[in-house]
């Protein structure tokens, strides 16, 4: 439900919100609400039994199930909240204790729900429990009692009910805290009370009652209907706001009554058995005194404690699969068998007799004598037995299954078309004629039973569950992303490269708004996904038929991959609409780099584009030669002053805008070139960058077969396009726009070519991209933090971070004026020596360089290196780098050692950099980690922007007396790992060992 949903319920539809509301108590009160009229959300986490409750509920009325994941984006656009019932008491029954991080998040919820409803003025319910309350009230009275953990249910509890104390005094909030006492009823599987739960699981399969102490400790019971009624009534009652109150019988029961009472109702078990519990810390005497009961602000009980013990018996034996004659009146008459004492109070007492009750020995049976049966009648008994058992449940899994298998291609089909209305309705019927193959396969148990096929039966179930949350996913992503679908399909640019003149003025505000408000529906499609994902990679292939094991891998993979292609949009739509433009303007600068004259970021910056995006739609878009910039500013007699590694390696004074990508880290290339674009008149802050190199035009080149292009009398090709570029280079002059132009235009049919595109065609564009991004001919780094986060996590940010320094980093500036690095071979080979406490690196460079001429493009590689190494390294040993003469110094958190390293045509180069670093220097950011027995190496390559795949050997010797673990794909020989690869992208090894 977004905000806009929200808004346009009616205002006498009252919004109700359920807080851990997947509980049984949760589906009571909800189902109670849905019947008054509100509409109900629930959050909590997203488990089988939250499924079984919200399913249910579904049926009968409008609810809406979040998961914690999504509440905070949920919340934030939600337009309005009547009531808030905070079910803490649910919460605190799952655990006795917490993880501090699981302390620290539910606190968080708590005080984000109470913020987000006094927002509204919602009336606000906090359910939490009256036995953990006693429990705290006797630690606190009785110094012999251990106080509680840090961490307890007990301390959340405490925690949570004196920050809504703060809260109702700093805000006057319309709220209340509600102690509730164990809910006992027919729904209820497993009472959170343990001592009740003992009770209550003895009198259904043992002979004797166990009762560890005297039986003395008091219980406060309560109905889960008379709960639900309670929870409403105070709630709604103005004369409970700030109230603590007691939700339970006014009648104290203690273990010893309620087992009186078990026994009362014909239970499996005939006596009780007192026994002495060492350990235990007696309470001499139950000091608590409980808030005021919920009678005093007119509730009433309404079932009496025999009838809830019988719903609640009941419902123990159905769990244990016992049949049990639930008694009457009548018969609640049960007297004692037997009480046996094992205490030291009861050895007070003497010996009780053995107290016998009635039993009527009557056995009621009738013998009846069938006779002999005719054949035929046997025969057609077992004919209907076969097809009902066998033959019926075969073919409707064979009819479900094709009917799945028909609705999963419609879903494709509707949704590659945008027809989200059919694909909800295929979704439907796939969750339908699933459901029936389940119920199928059920009725087939007896067979996987009778072949012993009951492992295979079990990896079914498995599956099943996975498709459940698959299923489940699908209903919120169609919903989440349908926004985004409709923004790709409709979207027409307003600007295009050759022209500063709109041509519409559509916006696509109403999309990306929809983007903003659906997201917690895609996060949650997004994590139900992922739990089905995880479900089925876990199912064992091997147990089903040899026929089936392809099809069921191939299956395993596609769900993999497509959780994985859900996450990251997950990941893109919650800022995508920032970047679009969704509350201000946008602005991007684009650096069109030539990979074959290789710089910093990837190459030589030929061209540059300035691109303003709002609502959705572009409204700002400036191409020109970087060259035209650089004489502009010239003109205008703008002067800048270089970084201090660059000066020094040039020998320049003055900065010009085609150096700016001089650094290797992008975003330090995006903040140096605001000044730059500041000083061309084109606005004083840019809110990211994007580089593309050539490679990646090639790449969708070769995928379209070529494109057309205004103004050129051949089809541009990826074979073609490097000689175009080459020729208008040689032909440029200061201030032409051939180049520029000619760039614009192979944009605008570039672009138009993506836009126009169906979503089949789709998926080969973004492999494409994917591959580009990988491949660093394709990057981009943004001032948004989400979207800086999502591209540093894949590696396609351009940012040089403290998760390289494991591994020296290479970067190559080609200053010769030419295509050199098109000529260019190069390989690498890293020798790494591991200790404990230190590293040694030895970092080989070879590079061959074959071209044949001085003849632009090709000649001299005349190159300036880098190498990256951490700020605290030791230097070693440098050799290779021209007249032995190199700089050293530290530049962004790294330690750089830079000298020219020039290759002659037909000719061969060799540097070789050795250093080592210590835990000492480094700390924390030391590569190799132990803990207890074992070492950990995380070892990170880094690929420079542009460079061509590149040949890598890597060699890594360890101590003689460690074992190795996990190689990672490395070959082990001896105490020694090796692997030769291409370097084609970021790559990353995790090692680790066995230690002395």
Request: glycine content about 6%.
């Amino acid at each position: 439900m977004s905000k806009k949903e929200s808004l346009k319920i009616k205002n006498q539809t009252p919004i109700s919100i359920i807080m851990h509301g997947g509980d049984y108590l949760g589906y009571l009160l909800a189902q109670t609400l849905l019947e008054q009229g509100s509409q109900v959300v629930i959050i909590d986490k997203y488990t089988s039994t939250t499924k079984k409750y919200t399913n249910q509920l579904k049926k009968g009325g409008n609810v809406t199930f979040i998961n914690f994941k999504g509440a905070k984006t949920f919340l934030k656009n939600l337009g309005r909240i009547d009531y808030l019932y905070y079910n803490l008491n649910n919460r605190l029954q799952q655990n006795e204790t917490f993880e501090s991080k699981d302390f620290l998040i539910e606190t968080d919820n708590l005080n984000l729900s109470l913020k987000h409803a006094q927002k509204f003025k919602a009336k606000i319910s906090i359910l939490t429990s009256l036995r953990l309350n006693r429990e705290l009230a006797n630690k606190v009275n009785n110094e012999k009692l251990a106080q509680p953990s840090p961490y307890s249910n007990i301390e959340l509890q405490k925690y949570c009910e004196n920050l809504t104390a703060e809260f109702r005094d700093q805000t006057k909030a319309n709220l209340r805290i509600i102690r509730l006492g164990t809910i006992l009823g027919k729904g209820i599987e497993q009472i959170s009370d343990p001592k009740l739960h003992m009770l209550l699981s003895d009198s259904i399969s043992k002979n004797q009652i166990k009762i560890i102490g005297e039986g003395l400790d008091i219980h406060n019971i309560i109905d889960a209907s008379d709960a639900v009624y309670g929870i409403l009534k105070l709630t709604f009652s103005d004369k409970t706001r700030g109230e603590v109150i007691s939700l339970t019988n006014k009648t104290d029961y203690t273990t010893l009554s309620i087992a009186y009472k078990l026994l009362e109702l014909n239970v499996s078990a005939q006596a009780i058995k007192f026994v002495t519990n060492e350990d235990a810390l007696l309470i001499l005497q139950d000091l608590y005194v409980p808030a005021p009961n919920a009678s005093k602000y007119g509730w009433k009980q309404q079932a009496i404690l025999e009838a809830t013990l019988i719903d609640q018996i009941q419902k123990y034996y159905e769990l244990n699969d016992q049949k049990w004659n639930i008694p009457t009146k009548k018969n609640i008459t049960k007297p004692l068998s037997s009480i046996e004492i094992d205490t030291k109070g009861g050895k007070i007492i003497n010996k009780i007799k053995e107290i016998f009750k009635k039993r009527n020995t009557k056995k009621l049976f009738s013998e009846i004598n069938y006779g002999k049966f005719s054949l035929n009648i046997l025969t057609v008994t077992l004919t209907l037995l076969l097809i009902y058992f066998l033959l019926s449940p075969i073919v409707g899994i064979a009819i479900g299954g094709s009917v799945i298998y028909s609705n999963i291609n419609n879903l494709k089909t509707d949704v590659l078309n945008y027809d989200f209305d059919k694909a909800t309705k295929s979704l439907n019927t796939i969750e339908n004629h699933l459901g029936k193959v389940k119920k199928n396969t059920t009725r087939l148990n007896w067979v996987f039973s009778l072949l012993n096929k009951n492992t295979l039966l079990s990896e079914i179930d498995k599956l099943f569950l996975g498709f459940d949350y698959a299923i489940d996913s699908g209903d919120n992503l169609i919903s989440g992303l349908e926004p985004l679908a409709y923004y790709i399909r409709d979207f027409e640019p307003a600007i295009n490269f050759d022209s500063g003149t709109p041509s519409t003025t559509r916006e696509y505000r109403d999309y990306l708004d929809s983007m903003e408000e659906n997201q917690y529906l895609t996060s949650e499609g997004a994590y139900k996904l992922n739990l089905a994902n995880e479900i089925i990679s876990s199912v064992v292939v091997e147990y089903f038929p040899r026929f089936l094991q392809n099809e069921m891998l191939n299956f395993k993979t596609t769900i993999n991959e497509t959780s994985e292609s859900v996450e990251s949009l997950n990941s893109i739509v919650s800022f995508l609409p920032d970047i679009l433009g969704n509350t201000e303007r946008k602005r991007f600068l684009v650096l069109l780099q030539n990979e074959g004259e290789i710089r910093g970021t990837g190459g030589w910056i030929s061209s540059y584009a300035i691109v303003g995006i709002e609502g959705g739609q572009i409204r700002e878009l400036f191409v020109d030669d970087i060259y035209n910039a650089d004489g502009t500013l010239r003109v205008q007699n703008k002067t800048f002053t270089p970084p201090q590694s660059l000066a020094n390696t040039l020998e320049i004074t003055n900065y010009s805008f085609s150096l700016v990508n001089w650094s290797p880290d992008l975003y330090t290339v995006l903040l140096e070139s605001e000044s730059f674009v500041s000083a061309l008149g084109k606005g004083n802050d840019l809110d990211g960058l994007f580089t593309i190199d050539i490679s990646f035009i090639q790449k969708l080149l070769t995928k379209w077969g070529g494109i057309e292009v205004p103004g050129e009398t051949v089809l541009i090709t990826s074979d073609n396009l490097h000689s175009k570029i080459f020729e208008i280079h040689e032909n440029f002059t200061p201030g032409s726009t051939q180049k520029a132009t000619f760039l614009a235009n192979l944009a605008n049919e570039t672009v138009t070519k993506i836009l126009s595109s169906n979503f089949n065609e789709y998926k080969d564009v973004v492999s494409i991209f994917e591959e580009s991004l990988n491949e660093k001919h394709l990057q981009a780094v943004f001032k948004n933090s989400e979207a800086t986060k999502f591209f540093d996590d894949n590696n396609w940010d351009g940012q040089l971070d403290s998760k390289y320094i494991s591994a020296p980093i290479s970067i190559d500036w080609n200053w010769g004026g030419n295509k050199a690095n098109l000529y260019i071979k190069k390989d690498h080979k890293l020798d790494i020596v591991l200790d404990d406490t230190e590293i040694t690196y030895t970092y080989e460079i070879n590079v061959i360089n074959e071209s044949t001429a001085n003849t632009y493009p090709e000649g001299e590689y005349r190159n300036y290196t880098r190498i990256y190494i951490p700020s605290r390294a030791k230097i070693l040993g440098i050799a290779g780098m021209e007249n032995n003469e190199y700089d050293i110094y530290n530049e962004g958190g790294f330690k750089v050692v830079g000298g020219w390293f020039n290759t002659d045509i037909k000719d061969s180069n060799k540097l070789v950099l050795r250093y080592k670093i210590s835990k000492t220097d480094l700390g924390t950011y030391f590569p190799l980690s132990t803990q207890n027995n074992n070492a950990f190496f995380d070892l990170n390559i880094f690929k420079q922007a542009g460079s061509k795949k590149e040949s890598y050997v890597l060699n890594i010797t360890y101590p003689d007396d460690w074992n190795i673990l996990e190689s990672d794909e490395l070959t082990s020989i001896s105490n020694q790992l090796s692997r030769r690869f291409d370097l084609v992208s970021d790559t990353q090894f995790n090692i680790s060992w066995t230690t002395p």
